[in-house]
C-alpha cells in the first residue's frame, strides 16, 4: 500500500479552484493544518468569508480529490473562514474594521435601508462579525429596522458602544435623537457626525460595517471617503428605467470619490414596478448586478416590526434572495482583497 504524503494531498487539491478568485485553494492559501495517519486524512480550508456562497461544493470536491488519492480511505475537511482587510493601515476606525461598504442610492425610498439591514444581517448569520452605521442622519431608519431603542451607554474603554440586534452591531444618530425632533445637518456637521460615529464607537473587529447612506447631494458620500478608506459601494435600484438618472448620479459620486461599485441591486422587483432597472445599470455602467429582491409585504412588515424578514421569515423567497446577494456581496470583496494575494507554489 503506497504511503500518503502532504505533497500529495496539496497536489491533488489544486484541482479545486476558487470560482470567483479563479485559482485553485492550495495556490491560494487555503488549504492548512494537514494531518495524515495511516490512509485517514485531515485538513482545514480556510476560505476568505463565511458568507462564501460555494463553500458546500468547494469541501465536497476538495474532500472527493483527496479521497480518490492511492491510499487514502478516509477524509475529514474542515470549513473555516477568515476575512481579510482590503482597508490598508490602520485608519479612523482603527485596525479592527476589515471592510467598510456604503449602502447608497440615487434617491430616497428605494429600498436602501431595508437592503442595508436585511444584508448586514444575512452575512451576520453565516458567523461574519458584521456592523450597520446608520449615516441617514436626515432619516435615520436603522433602529426600526432592527427593533432597537434607548440611547447607546459607554464601553469599557470610554467610546460609546454600539447597540446590537439580530447578531448585528449597529450606531445611529436615531438613538441620540428625541422622537420625531427635526434635524438641519449642514455639510460641516454632518462630517463632524459621520467621524463621530467611526471614532468614537467601540466597534471592535468586523469583517464587514455596511454604512446606510442618505440620499442626495453627495455630502455624505464625499465625508465617508475622506474619512476611511472605502472598500466599495453597493448601489440599489428600483426596477423602473425613470430612475436611471438618479443611479448615474449615485455611480458618478462613488467614481468621484474613486469608490469602487461592489454591484447594483435590484429592489422591489415584480409585478407592479416591473423588472430589469437593476441589469440595465448593470450593463450601462458595467457593474455586476448582484441580484433582484422582490416587491413583497413581508418585507415591509419585517422593517415596521423590527424583525428583517431574513429573520422573521427565513424561509421566503424573498429571504433566499438577500441571502444569495449577502454572498455575492462578499465574494466581491473577497476577489478585491485576492488581488493583493501573493501566489504560493
Ligand atoms: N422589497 C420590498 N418589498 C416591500 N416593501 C419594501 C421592499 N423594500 C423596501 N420596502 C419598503 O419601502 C419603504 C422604503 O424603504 P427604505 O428601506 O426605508 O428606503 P430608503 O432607505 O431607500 O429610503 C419602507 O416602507 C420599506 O419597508
Ligand atoms: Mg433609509
Known sequence: MS????????????????????RDIVSLGFVKDIKICNGA???????????????EQLKTQAHDAVRALPG????????????????????????????????????????????????????AQTGARVGLLDADVYGPNVPIMMGIQGKPLPSATGKIAPKEAHGVKTMSVGYLLEDAQPVMWRGPMLH???????????????????????PGTGDAQISLAQLVPLTGALVVTMPQEVSLTDVRRAISMCKQVKCEILGVV???????????????????????LLGEIPL???????????VPVVVG?????????????????????????????????
Open 72 to 123: 487514502v480511505d478516509q477524509v475529514n475537511v474542515n470549513m473555516t473562514a477568515q476575512v481579510r482587510s482590503t482597508l490598508g493601515p490602520a485608519n479612523l476606525l482603527g485596525d479592527g474594521v476589515k471592510n467598510v461598504i456604503a449602502v447608497t442610492s440615487g434617491k430616497g425610498g428605494v429600498g436602501k435601508s431595508t437592503v442595508a439591514a436585511n444584508l448586514a444581517v444575512a452575512l
Open 313 to 345: 421569515r427565513p424561509d421566503s423567497e424573498v429571504a433566499a434572495a438577500f441571502r444569495e446577494i449577502a454572498g455575492k456581496l462578499a465574494a466581491a470583496v473577497a476577489t478585491k482583497q485576492a488581488m493583493a494575494l501573493p501566489v504560493l507554489q
Open 192 to 214: 463632524k457626525a459621520l467621524e463621530q460615529f467611526l471614532k468614537d464607537v467601540a466597534w471592535g473587529e468586523l469583517d464587514y460595517l455596511l454604512v446606510d447612506m442618505p
Open 266 to 288: 435590484e429592489n422591489m422587483s415584480g409585478e407592479i414596478f416591473g423588472r430589469g432597472g437593476g441589469r440595465r445599470t448593470a450593463e450601462k455602467f458595467q457593474v455586476p
Open 3 to 22: 504511503e500518503v504524503t502532504e505533497a500529495a494531498v496539496l497536489n491533488a487539491l489544486r484541482v479545486v479552484k476558487d470560482p470567483d478568485l479563479h
Open 296 to 306: 413583497e409585504p413581508a418585507v415591509r412588515v419585517g422593517g415596521d416590526s423590527g
Open 41 to 55: 486524512v485531515k485538513f482545514t480550508v480556510e476560505l476568505t468569508t463565511p458568507a462564501c456562497p460555494v463553500k
